[in-house]
């Protein structure tokens, strides 16, 4: 049986729009969710409280918080070192005066820490106060 020429284009077409729709996503590392109970700064976007999927970048580069209320934000992060576990997800946050600020996060499944670098204010602020820090597990 052969294949007549509209129907190879077709397949074509579809194969070529199937691969470039893959080239454009972003492509995915770890990934877990959390329920954050309080508004939080993550480098220089304010979020809400909520739940949230936070997704990692295949390079460890790039933490992605997505929220019902908040949308999808992307974070640059810097390694801070490997992961003691490979199963134990958690954001740490620092806490100083009303001001809750993502420091940390480790997702099950990543290899390293994911350090969020403070902006130019945060240090302004935590450095005349000691911060708390709050720790949130993740879930899968």
């Known amino acids: 049986m052969t294949m007549t020429t509209g129907k190879k284009f077709t397949i074509f077409g579809v194969i070529a729009m199937a691969m470039s729709l893959t080239m454009a996503m972003p492509a995915f590392g770890a990934s877990a969710r959390v329920s954050v109970p309080f508004a939080f700064e993550a480098s220089n976007v304010s979020l809400p409280a909520g739940e949230y999927l936070l997704e990692t970048s295949d390079s460890g580069t790039v933490l992605f918080l997505t929220g019902k209320e908040a949308g999808k934000n992307a974070i640059i992060v810097a390694p801070a070192g490997d992961a003691k576990s490979r199963f134990d997800g958690k954001l740490v946050f620092e806490h100083v005066g009303s001001t809750y600020r993502l420091a940390q996060a480790q997702i099950?499944?990543?290899?390293?820490?994911?350090?969020?670098?403070?902006?130019?204010?945060?240090?302004l602020m935590a450095k005349d106060t000691?911060?708390?820090?709050v720790v949130l597990a993740l879930n899968r």
């Open 130 to 133: 000691p911060a708390e820090r």
């Open 108 to 123: 099950i499944g990543a290899a390293s820490v994911m350090r969020i670098p403070a902006t130019h204010a945060q240090l």
